[in-house]
């Protein structure tokens, strides 16, 4: 019997020698799975906390310590559908924009996408329609989403304009991108890669390029310009507002000069789960991403004591913009949103395409903004 014992003991014995190394070895290879995990529900916790727009969960930290193959530049996300003409989201997804295979070779072809990960790209170009809600302007249109009466914001819109660019060499505009890594569906094609992520750290292939596209007009036309291009979206997305504020201020304190800021982004339009939406307009021949402004009103909660000055800025680029290339706009969103409007008197934002369209459109969208703007602020010297 004890002989019996003894036996069943070294049996024992020897099933956890060869168990534990086992336990320890799946231990350690399922770590970056729940590292993963953790980040993944961190993420998810930071949209859900979103303000903002409609809420992504965002499937991924902008974070390469998640990528097995070091691929930081691709990040994933997924999306709740917006309603067609979104607002600018805390959220707002984006694709790696890179137009060639062989500037990056991971990147699928269309042909190389299979049937049932293909989603469908609907190609829109938004206007105003016969409701109550959309104000002429002396071109395009302002979409009153407040509790305003339309008679109330015309007033306002019927004060002169306060703001005044001077004849300077310092610098009067400041471009920031609180989503710096927003970007672009990489290819021309009538579907989408639903795998895909919408978001790139590389600056060559994200937002910070329209950014380059507006400043390069500015210049031309002797106006001075600061382009901002911190990832203030990257690695922790939540928060992404309060940074920028930050960036802001301080370069309003360094250049007292700066009147106008304006943060550019790059909208998400998603009606339906398989369904992305490109706003596009064609303008010369060729076709651009539209742009929609986005300008704050305030309710008593938004401490935006300058909306009405941000409002006239925001209706003479607009008009200026729709007046020069026709079809170019997407009605102003007048909302009650913040988005930093409240640090100057002339602080918009500015969604240029959604991620059905290429930054190419989107590009070129930067350049025809960026002579509309230098037209805009010259004529305040006049």
Known sequence: MGRRRNRLQVKKALSLMLILPLAAWGLFKCMPLLTNLAARAAMLSAAMNMPEGSIAMLEQRFNSELFENGEKNNVIVSEAPPPVSSSEPESSSSQSGIDSE???????????????????????????????????????????????????????????????????????????????????????????????????????????????????????????????????????????????????????????????????????IQPEDDVIVKATAEIDGKKAAQVMIITGSEDGTM?????????????????????????????????????????????ILLEFGSHGNTLEEAEYSGELIGKALAKTLNDTKK
């Open 303 to 347: 401490g935006v004591p300058n909306w009405s000055s941000n409002l006239r800025f925001a209706a003479a680029l607009q008009s200026s913009a729709e007046g020069m290339y026709e079809g170019l706009m997407r009605p102003i969103f007048f909302c009650y949103r913040k988005y930093n409007m409240d640090l100057t008197k002339g602080s």
């Open 102 to 268: 062989e500037e990056n070779p991971s990147l699928p072809t269309p042909e190389d996408i299979p049937a049932e990960y293909r989603g469908t790209i609907r190609e829109l170009q938004y206007g105003a329609d016969s409701s109550q809600i959309y104000i002429p302007l002396k071109a395009g249109y302002l979409k009153n989403s407040t509790k305003l009466d339309n008679a109330d914001v015309q007033k306002e819109l019927n004060k002169p304009l306060e703001m005044k660019l001077k004849q300077t060499d310092e610098p009067q505009v400041l471009i920031v991108h609180t989503h710096a890594t927003e970007s672009y569906e990489p290819y021309p094609v009538g579907f989408y890669d639903k795998r895909g992520t919408w978001r790139t750290t590389d600056n060559a292939y994200n937002i910070v390029q329209v950014g380059n596209r507006i400043a390069e007009q500015l210049e031309e036309a002797g106006i001075g310009v600061i382009h901002d291009a911190t990832q203030h979206d990257y690695p922790s997305y939540n928060g992404s507002y309060e940074r920028s504020a930050e960036t802001i201020k301080g370069y309003l304190k360094q250049y007292p000069s700066i009147k106008v800021v304006l943060d550019v982004h790059r909208d998400a």
